[in-house]
C-alpha cells in the first residue's frame, strides 16, 4: 500500500463550526506533514510529527489543531476558520523526514 | 534563509519539443532534491528524486535531471514533451540528513502547457 488517503475531499464549513480532517498511511512512514495549498501556488508546510511528536509548527494559528493518534493517523481539527483560510489542505508522509514525501489527494476547504 | 527558485513561472510548448525546466537552491551542504508535479486535479507526484551518486537521475515518464553542485541546480528536462505532460512542476529540496526540524522547501512552481 503506497497511499496517502485524506478525508473528507470537500468541506464547507463557517466561521463559527468545527471540524476535522483526516489523513491515514500504512507505509510504516515516521514522519506525516501537513501543507497548505493556494491556487497556481507550491504548498506551504504548516506541521510536521516526527515519531508521533509535534516537531515543526509554521507559526500557525490556534484555529488549527494537529493531533497525531497513532503512527498511521493525522488528523487537523479546525475551529473557528476565516474565509482566508480556505483551500487545498494537503497530507504527506515519508520514512524519514529526509526521503521523499507521499501526498495525499488533499481536502478542499472553503470557509463561509 | 534556506529557499529555492524556479526562474520559468510559465511555459507554453508544442508537442514534440524539448523541456527544460530551472531550478536552484540558496546554498550548499549535503542537499536532497526532488521534483513533483502536479496533473491538473490530482495530487502531487514524484517524478525523481537526487540524494547521492549520479548526478544525472532518471524519473518516471522519460523526465530526467542533472544535478550540479557548483551551481547549486537542479534542472529539469524531457527530450519530447506530450500533451500531457501538461502539469505544474515542483522543484523541492531539503537540507542534512534529517531530524526533528527537518523540511522540504518547495520553488515557486512552473505551469507548462503543452499544445497538441
Known amino acids: 500500500d503506497t497511499e496517502v488517503t485524506q478525508t473528507p475531499k470537500h468541506l464547507v464549513m463557517g466561521m463559527t463550526n468545527k471540524k476535522s480532517l483526516k489523513c491515514e498511511q500504512h507505509?510504516?512512514?515516521?514522519?506525516m506533514y501537513w501543507y497548505k495549498q493556494k491556487a497556481k501556488k507550491p504548498p506551504e508546510l504548516m506541521f510536521v510529527y516526527s515519531y508521533e511528536k509535534l516537531s515543526i509548527n509554521e507559526s500557525v494559528p490556534s484555529r488549527f489543531s494537529p493531533e497525531c493518534p497513532n503512527s498511521s493517523l493525522l488528523n487537523l481539527h479546525l475551529h473557528a476558520l476565516q474565509p482566508e483560510d480556505s483551500a487545498l489542505y494537503l497530507c504527506a508522509s515519508s520514512q524519514e523526514s529526509y526521503n521523499e514525501q507521499f501526498f495525499g489527494p488533499g481536502t478542499r476547504l472553503t470557509v463561509l | 534563509a534556506q529557499s529555492v527558485s524556479q526562474h520559468n513561472h510559465h511555459v507554453i510548448l508544442s508537442e514534440a519539443a524539448s523541456l527544460e525546466l530551472g531550478c536552484n537552491y540558496s546554498?550548499?551542504?549535503?542537499?536532497?532534491l526532488f521534483w513533483y508535479v502536479q496533473y491538473p486535479g490530482q495530487h502531487l507526484q514524484l517524478l525523481l528524486k537526487?540524494?547521492?551518486?549520479d548526478p544525472l537521475v532518471k524519473g518516471i515518464k522519460g523526465f530526467e535531471a542533472e544535478f550540479i553542485k557548483s551551481k547549486f541546480s537542479f534542472n529539469l528536462r524531457k527530450p519530447s514533451v506530450q500533451w500531457s505532460d501538461t502539469a505544474e512542476y515542483f522543484c523541492a529540496v531539503n537540507w542534512g540528513y534529517g531530524g526533528a526540524t527537518n523540511k522540504l522547501i518547495f520553488g515557486t512552481g512552473t505551469l507548462l502547457a503543452v499544445q497538441p
Open positions: 546554498y550548499g551542504g549535503t542537499v536532497n
Open positions: 507505509m510504516g512512514h515516521r514522519a
Open positions: 537526487y540524494f547521492s551518486g
